[in-house]
């Protein structure tokens, strides 16, 4: 469906033709203006009108209607296809999902295509709107400011993903015997999942700004390099927070599997402690329980006490020692 379509003349929004093939014409007219159509999970019937009018490559229109593209930026001959990533964080449930928002810019023109819900464009038109010196740059100031918004938000959700790894470490490093351990690996893993689907947006998205922030694109406004070149220095910090949160994953995950190596050791020397404790008093047991007729002390009138005493003494000894050296 079509959300928005407006013609902007010297960066101010103008009243034009309902109909956007006639806007179109009106905006090439007159030279310095341009049309912006904002696209909200359109069917390809709906796409077919806008293909045919604004002359879009058929394999740009293609990636727009089936979505599940990377991160990318192409350049046909009648205009430039820009794909980025928009990122939703959920507080409620700590989870991370992707959003799809392609942009096409070519002669006094911009499409957005968005797919999904993540990633409404109404603020950026509006925040456009009121600073009509940078609108007045024509379509290369629509595709820096949505870029620019989407790597804002990227930094937004890298400091909540921070926030939930502290939190992680803190339930990680706990005090043993504090929390189950097989809950604390899924989460872990879970936590990690998120951070790769977190990565799959950012890292691609660099070549593109890269791109961008240098010279010779078509249809991107020399004057805009400055612009582009401040996004790709975000980008770069949010990559660099992915890549950090994820080697401290890794590593909370090796901690994790060496704290539960090191309890399951000390379950160890604590079995094999009460095992030798139990020995004694039953290798003495069995000794006694053989029943010879000429074993010694079997007709002593003390010999039961002393046995009982003897077994005594020697669990106690073997409870102290294990204690001293801290098996039990």
Not at 18 to 43: N, V
Not at 122 to 143: F, K, N, Y
Not at 245 to 264: E, K, N, P, T
Not at 271 to 292: E, L
């Amino acid at each position: 469906m079509i959300v928005d379509c407006a013609i902007y003349q010297d960066g101010r929004r103008t009243d034009g033709p309902a109909d956007f093939s006639d806007a179109l014409d009106e905006a090439r007219k007159s030279g310095d203006a341009f049309l912006w159509i904002g696209l909200h999970e359109p069917t390809e019937r709906e796409f077919d009108l806008v293909r045919h009018e604004f002359g879009l490559h058929p394999l740009a229109i293609e990636d727009a209607l089936r979505a599940h593209q990377r991160p990318k930026l192409e350049v046909y001959d009648d205009s430039l296809f820009a794909v980025l990533k928009p990122v939703v964080y959920e507080s409620s449930s700590d989870t991370v999902s992707t959003d799809e928002l392609m942009v096409f810019i070519g002669d006094s023109f911009v499409v957005t295509v968005r797919h999904g819900d993540g990633a409404p464009l109404a603020d950026v038109r509006s925040r456009l709107e009121a600073d009509p010196q940078i609108l007045a740059h024509g379509p290369t100031a629509v595709l820096y400011a949505i870029s620019d918004a989407v790597v804002d938000h990227y930094i937004d959700v890298a400091g909540e993903l921070q926030v939930d790894l502290e939190e992680l470490e803190t339930e990680v490093f706990a005090p043993s015997g504090s929390g189950d351990s097989s809950n604390t690996a899924a989460s872990i893993y879970t936590f990690k999942r998120q951070v790769l689907e977190f990565r799959r947006a950012t890292g691609p998205l660099t070549a593109p700004m890269t791109r961008l922030a240098g010279a010779g694109v078509p249809f991107v406004h020399q004057e805009a390099q400055p612009f582009f070149r401040d996004v790709a220095d975000h980008l770069t910090r949010v990559n660099e927070q992915v890549e950090g949160l994820d080697r401290l994953l890794s590593d909370i995950l090796s901690a994790h599997l060496a704290q539960m190596g090191v309890r399951q050791n000390d379950d160890m020397r604590k079995i094999s402690a009460w095992a030798a404790m139990a020995a004694v008093p039953t290798m003495v047991a069995g000794i006694y329980g053989m029943n010879f007729d000429h074993m010694p002390e079997l007709h002593w009138a003390w010999t039961y006490p002393a046995v009982i005493l003897f077994m005594t003494l020697a669990v106690v000894g073997l409870h102290r020692q294990f204690k001293r050296r801290g098996w039990l």
